[in-house]
């Protein structure tokens, strides 16, 4: 008839099952809508004709008695997808299989070339010896069609009957012979070349194709003409967001933070893992470099996303061990008993940890502030440390007189420690600084000492001077108390029995006691 009866792409309800390869395949056939309808845009025709190339394995363009160039411009779509995907089929992977593009022509006549002669003439270049614009345009679609070689087809259908107004209430047997049997030729040659659509380097089954019809659907809404760029991108987005997504675990099984330049050594690798995913089942020859410069884009986007969570990763924890030495440096500058050596470990130890725990880019700028930190804080000790060492050996020399006048009783320990004040109160204040106590070659042995005594990796004074004290004064007053008392009941005892003297009394003999030695005497002969 006249007009349209198919509206869009009918697709035949019931799938035809095939042996292909020696695999069972389901064949769907869509019936599209003719060229040119009433009341329909070349915009309308150009997308019925863009999904219908993509979506099919065998693509049958039908023509009625010859061809046009009208007919081979209509391809120009079909020849710029078969141009820009067959580059991936070609000695590669196939990740998208071209449609199979078979002429089938209606022709009455008899004589003359063959449909394949005719096809193979009307697909020639056209001389243009003038260099004219639209005739070079319409070499390049002839150009392109050579893209799909062996992927072209052309056969050819007589009428089925003279009196076409009947057609559609006959019966085979009413038909032309040689119409039914090119027919069932016709579909022989179908079957021998149809293949499973392959679309990612795999065959699609039912759900696949819903979802592969989806995506060119997405493509086409996309803008008023579809494009191959945009089938293109479509079709490559689903790969873009594997990528990046192999990209971002990778990324990922970093724990931030880490230093810039190992961070930068994962993304080159990561990247260059990713652009390899894409170049294998990427879509498209010409316009996917469009997508790949999308991907560049992406990547570096997340990279930028990594390299700032890294760098506040990096601050957050860089300040965490700042703080902390800072807080050590604090609490040694306020030392009972000032120990350089115990500052000494305490600085090396905040120093070594916070250069192994500071990691990233912050930590160039933290180790300048650590460095000034950790500067100042040993002035300020090394400041601290010779005052407070001098007042502790004045107190100490102090001490010591005490101890020996009134402890042990021992005169020169007395004397030395008199002097020893006496030298820290006069001579160091009228020629020495407390600032320079420490340093001088004179005190050195005193120092170390000094130093040997407060701190060791064994015992810290200062933790445990009180308790220290505290038990030596316990001590010292059990002693005073209690032990001078036992000896002298175990003196007492010993000089009776050395102090009793035998005496003669009126024939007896009699033992006389005596309580302190000195006070013992003999009696005269007389009274013996």
């Known amino acids: 008839m006249r007009d349209t009866k198919t509206k869009g792409i009918w697709i035949w309800g019931t799938p035809v099952e095939m042996d292909v390869d020696g695999s069972k395949v389901s064949v769907l056939y869509l019936d599209t809508e003719g060229f040119e309808s009433v009341g329909k845009s070349n915009v309308y025709d150009d997308r019925i004709f863009a999904l219908a190339t993509v979506l099919s394995s065998v693509l049958i363009y039908n023509l009625p008695e010859t061809v046009r160039e009208a007919d081979i411009s209509r391809l120009s779509f079909a020849v710029e997808i078969a141009e820009e995907f067959y580059g991936r089929v070609k000695g590669q992977d196939v990740a998208f299989e071209p449609a199979k593009l078979l002429w089938l022509i209606q022709r009455d006549f008899l004589q003359g070339k063959s449909v394949q002669q005719m096809v193979n003439e009307a697909l020639q270049r056209v001389p243009n010896d003038n260099g004219d614009r639209y005739i070079n345009e319409v070499n390049q679609i002839r150009d392109s069609l050579a893209v799909m070689g062996n992927h072209s087809t052309a056969f050819s259908l007589p009428q089925p009957h003279l009196q076409r107004t009947k057609l559609c209430d006959m019966e085979d047997k009413e038909l032309e012979p040689l119409y039914v049997k090119r027919r069932e030729q016709l579909k022989q040659l179908v079957s021998s070349i149809v293949k499973p659509k392959i679309v990612q380097g795999r065959t699609l089954n039912g759900k696949d194709f819903v979802s592969f019809l989806q995506q060119i659907l997405e493509a086409l809404n996309k803008g008023e003409i579809p494009s191959t760029g945009s089938l293109v991108e479509i079709f490559?987005?689903?790969?873009?967001?594997?990528?990046?997504?192999?990209?971002?675990?990778?990324?990922?099984?970093?724990?931030?933070?880490?230093?810039?330049?190992?961070?930068?050594?994962?993304?080159?690798?990561t990247n260059g893992e990713a652009r390899i995913l894409f170049d294998k089942q990427h879509f498209g020859k010409h316009h996917a470099a469009q997508s790949a410069l999308k991907l560049e884009d992406e990547i570096k986007e997340v990279y930028r996303n990594f390299l700032l969570a890294n760098e506040y990763q990096s601050s957050k924890l860089c300040e965490a061990r700042f703080s902390e030495c800072e807080d050590k440096m604090d609490h040694l500058q306020v030392l009972k008993l000032p120990s350089m050596a115990k500052f000494n470990a305490g600085f090396t130890h905040c120093n070594q940890s916070f250069v192994k725990d500071c990691v990233g880019p912050a930590k160039e700028?933290?180790?300048?502030?650590?460095?000034?930190?950790?500067?100042?804080?040993?002035?300020?000790?090394?400041?601290?440390?010779?005052?407070?060492?001098?007042?502790?050996?004045?107190?100490?020399?102090?001490?010591?007189?005490?101890?020996?006048?009134?402890?042990?009783?021992?005169?020169?320990?007395?004397?030395?420690?008199?002097?020893?004040?006496?030298?820290?109160?006069?001579?160091?204040?009228?020629?020495?600084?407390?600032?320079?106590?420490?340093?001088?070659?004179?005190?050195?042995?005193?120092?170390?000492?000094?130093?040997?005594?407060?701190?060791?990796?064994?015992?810290?004074?200062?933790?445990?001077?009180?308790?220290?004290?505290?038990?030596?004064?316990?001590?010292?007053?059990?002693?005073?108390?209690?032990?001078?008392?036992?000896?002298?009941?175990?003196?007492?005892?010993?000089?009776?029995?050395?102090?009793?003297?035998?005496?003669?009394?009126?024939?007896?003999?009699?033992?006389l006691p005596c309580l302190w030695i000195s006070n013992c005497f003999l009696v005269d002969e007389e009274r013996q």
């Not at 820290?424 to 204040?429: D, G």
Request: proline fraction near 3%; aromatic fraction near 14%; glycine fraction near 2%.
């Open 236 to 269: 490559n987005k689903a790969i873009l967001d594997r990528c990046l997504k192999v990209y971002r675990e990778k990324m990922d099984s970093l724990n931030l933070p880490v230093p810039v330049d190992e961070l930068q050594k994962l993304h080159e690798m």
């Open 365 to 511: 700028s933290y180790e300048r502030r650590m460095s000034k930190m950790l500067a100042k804080s040993r002035a300020l000790f090394i400041k601290e440390y010779n005052n407070k060492l001098f007042n502790w050996l004045a107190t100490f020399s102090l001490v010591m007189v005490v101890i020996g006048r009134f402890v042990i009783k021992f005169f020169l320990l007395e004397i030395v420690a008199w002097v020893m004040f006496i030298f820290l109160e006069t001579y160091t204040r009228m020629f020495w600084s407390a600032e320079s106590l420490y340093y001088n070659p004179a005190w050195h042995i005193i120092v170390s000492s000094w130093e040997m005594i407060v701190y060791s990796p064994i015992l810290d004074l200062d933790r445990w001077a009180i308790p220290i004290v505290i038990m030596l004064s316990l001590g010292v007053l059990y002693w005073r108390c209690f032990g001078r008392r036992r000896k002298r009941d175990g003196t007492k005892h010993l000089l009776i029995e050395e102090a009793t003297l035998p005496v003669l009394l009126d024939g007896h003999v009699l033992m």
